[in-house]
Structure formats: structure tokens, C-alpha cells
């Protein structure tokens, strides 16, 4: 089989979705492959975002559990910043993704499930179509533009010979679990070596009963199973979890996050990466989901405007320059503090939690959704003398 759109958009996560949306909604014929049976069907993500990227991006509140206060368990320490004011939300990960495919299948676009591309295809040094397979037979489509938002493997430009395999990374695992009692409105990262060599553990609430409990592992820097080192934490009860009663799995999520900063060039002539395919993660709590809303969006605009331009590089740089100029320089600052937090033994992550007791929690929240000001951080600095100290702010504002 054979077809004709102008854009042809790979991945049906929240960067595809939204691109595919906001195309069809500027008046381009729009399909979408998602490789997996339904969209979210398998959940690669814990859902942490924030409420004001969420309202700003309008998203529906009842999509989300609000937090108010955070803590932070090290093997001898622990740290509560709480808050009277909700700034930070757990999504409903698979409501959500449907919200955002109900969005693009109502502004026209074409979204096909378990459809998988399996190559690109190409006019001398362009891309000018794909290749899928899918439940009614394989498919060869024409486009002026593919849109690659298929996530950490970045298949589209892997494929074209425009993008390389990502060389550090984070991989995860987590459950979702019924639980007798949680706090609704506290999340927790656990960080040291019982939880994870190379990353943080974490507790993230979409209700009292209703938990996410995972570990995130950073590579190249250790090669540890998560799903391990998370059935040993369950196992052990290690605190915060002997104070959640009895705690059920009901889903198992697995999911790689890249970790290495943003790629050099996310266009091409009749290509364009977004989301987890260019880079659009924030290192600190490996998030991205307002990113790939936003700059999906983004993509879709500029992608629907480049067709009278033959959807070539130069008509896609648009792209590309607004959204390094928003969130470039604070994915790189972030990186850097999380480099050092890395290494960090477990008698330094006693230490370094303790550098956060004071902060209120709208400074925290600044601080670890990677708002990197420069104002912000040196009136963080001046307010908290130990955190200037520990030269995390030295690192950034270097930057």
C-alpha cells in the first residue's frame, strides 16, 4: 500500500501527539505510527511535571495528583520541605497520553496503532517519506516532513544516518502499587547506595492508595539492574516504604531516558527530532513530558509552515532556535549538577541533603525543575550560604 500526507509522525508519545495536533490544527494532512497496540499502553515514565507547565499547556487538572511537600531519604538522613501550595504533579501517565491522541485525532490527523516504521525513505540526501509495517500490510508513505518522536531510540534519524545511539542514559523501573496509606501530597527521591549506585529511588503518589515506587540507574556509570534493585528495596522495606503498610504491584513500567544533553542539530532537510529523540530532558529528575508537550507543539507549527518550503533545513531552523533558547542552557546546567551528584558516597548524600532543610519549597521547586537564572540562583545563594558552598551554583552560573 501506498498513501500521501505532508507530515508523517513517528511515536505516539506526548511529543508526537502534540505535534501531530497542532499540524493538523495549522491545516496539514497528518499521519501518526505508534508502534504499540494502543497509545500508552506500555508506560515508560514515572509522570513527575510541574502544575504551572500543566495549566500552561492545558492540561486538564483531574489528569494529575497535585504534591505540596518533598523529602529527600539518604541511609542516615532525611530532609522534609513542605509547602502549603501545590507546584509539582504525578500525571495519570495513560490518561493523559489519550487526552493529547483524542486532541489530534479531533484536529484530523490520522493516527495508526501498532504500526511500526521500520525504515525511511529517500531522495538523495532528504528524507522524503517512511516505511511501516501495520495491521493492514505495509505501508509506504510520502511526506515533505517526518517528525521523529519515537523516544530514547530515536528510530526515524537513526535510520536516515542523522542521529547516533545515546552513549549515557538512564534506565528505570518502577510499580504501580496499591498501598494502605500514603501522603497524596509528598513525593520522595531516596538516594544512596542501597537505592541506586548511579541514580535515585523514588515514591510518587497519585492518591492515598495508589503509589509509583521505582529506581532510576545511570549508564555508562553502572551497569546494575533496576528491576533488582528495586525488588530488593521492596523486599528490605527500606525506609520510606516501611511506613506505607501493605504495598501491592499492580503494573510493572520499564523506560530509558536520555542523559547526555540535548543533540547538535535536531533538524534536517525533511526531518525534525522532538522530544526524547532530541535531547528535551531535564537531568535533575529525569523529566520531559512539559518539554515534549510544548516543543511537540512547537514542531508541528514550524513543521506545517516549512511545507512551502519544501519542509527543507532552512525552513525548519525556527524550530530549533526557539526552543534551545528556552530550555538548552538549562538542560546543560542541570547535567552538570547532576554529574556531581552521581558520584556523591553515601556519607557525602547525608551531607548533601541536609544543604536543602532550609529551603522553602518554591526555591526548591526552582532549583530541581532546572529554572537556572541567574538572579535565582545567586538570591538562592545569598539566602543559603551552605548551598554556595557546595559550589553547585558556582558550576551553573559558569555555564
Known amino acids: 500500500m501506498a498513501g500521501k500526507y505532508d507530515i508523517a509522525v513517528v511515536g505516539g508519545g506526548p511529543a508526537g501527539l502534540s505535534a501531530a495536533w497542532a499540524a493538523a490544527k495549522a491545516g496539514a494532512s497528518v499521519i501518526l505510527f505508534e508502534k504499540d497496540e494502543a497509545i500508552a499502553h506500555s508506560v515508560r515514565t514515572s509522570g513527575v511535571s510541574w502544575i504551572d507547565s500543566m495549566d500552561a499547556l492545558g492540561i486538564p487538572s483531574r489528569l494529575y ?21 501545590p507546584r509539582s504533579c504525578v500525571l495519570d501517565v495513560r490518561a493523559t497520553y489519550q487526552h493529547l491522541t483524542f486532541m489530534a ?17 529517500k531522495e538523495g540526501d532528504r528524507i522524503a517519506g517512511v516505511k511501516a509495517s501495520t495491521p493492514a500490510g505495509d505501508l509506504e508513505v510520502a511526506c515533505p516532513l517526518v517528525i521523529d518522536a519515537s523516544g530514547f531510540g530515536t528510530s526515524a534519524a537513526r535510520r536516515a544516518g542523522m542521529a547516533g545511539e545515546w552513549k549515557r542514559y538512564g534506565v528505570g523501573a ?36 495508589r503509589v509509583r515506587i521505582g529506581v532510576g540507574i545511570g549508564r555508562p556509570e553502572s551497569q546494575a539492574d533496576p528491576l ?80 512551502e518550503g ?82 553547585l551554583f558556582n558550576m551553573v552560573l559558569k555555564s
Not at 245 to 274: C, W
Not at 320 to 348: F, M, N, P, T, Y
Open 65 to 85: 495528583n497535585p504534591i505540596s511537600s518533598y523529602q529527600f531519604v539518604s541511609p542516615s538522613n532525611e530532609v522534609t520541605i513542605a509547602g502549603s501550595n
Open 105 to 121: 485525532a479531533e484536529a484530523g490527523a490520522r493516527i495508526m496503532i501498532k504500526s511500526n516504521v521500520i525504515n525511511v525513505v
Open 174 to 209: 518502577e510499580y504501580e502499587c496499591y498501598c494502605d496509606h500514603a501522603d497524596s501530597a509528598l513525593w520522595t527521591l531516596m538516594v544512596g547506595q542501597q537505592y541506586s549506585e548511579a541514580g535515585y529511588a523514588w515514591v510518587f503518589p497519585l492518591s492515598k492508595n
Open 228 to 307: 533488582d534493585k528495586l525488588n530488593a528495596i521492596l523486599e528490605k522495606r527500606l525506609k520510606p516504604l516501611d511506613r506505607l503498610g501493605k504495598i501491592q504491584p499492580v503494573e510493572l513500567h520499564y523506560g530509558f531516558i536520555p542523559n547526555e544533553g540535548t543533540r547538535a542539530s535536531t533538524v534536517a532537510d525533511g526531518l525534525l527530532m522532538v522530544g526524547d529523540s532530541a535531547g528535551q530532558a531535564n537531568p535533575l529528575v529525569l523529566e520531559g513530558i512539559r518539554y515534549a508537550i510544548e516543543f511537540g507543539r512547537l514542531a508541528g507549527e514550524v513543521g506545517a509552515r516549512s511545507l
Open 310 to 391: 519544501g519542509a527543507s533545513r532552512e525552513s525548519l531552523l525556527d524550530y530549533e532556535r526557539a526552543w534551545k533558547a528556552k530550555a538548552a542552557s538549562k538542560i546543560a546546567s542541570a547535567l552538570k549538577v547532576q554529574s556531581r551528584w552521581i558520584g556523591l558516597s553515601d556519607e557525602e548524600w547525608d551531607r548533601e541533603i541536609e544543604i536543602l532543610r532550609d529551603m522553602s519549597a518554591d526555591e526548591f521547586i526552582d532549583f530541581v525543575k532546572a529554572e537556572f537564572t541567574a538572579g535565582k540562583m545567586i538570591k538562592l545563594a545569598l539566602h543559603h550560604p551552605r548551598l554556595a558552598a557546595r559550589q
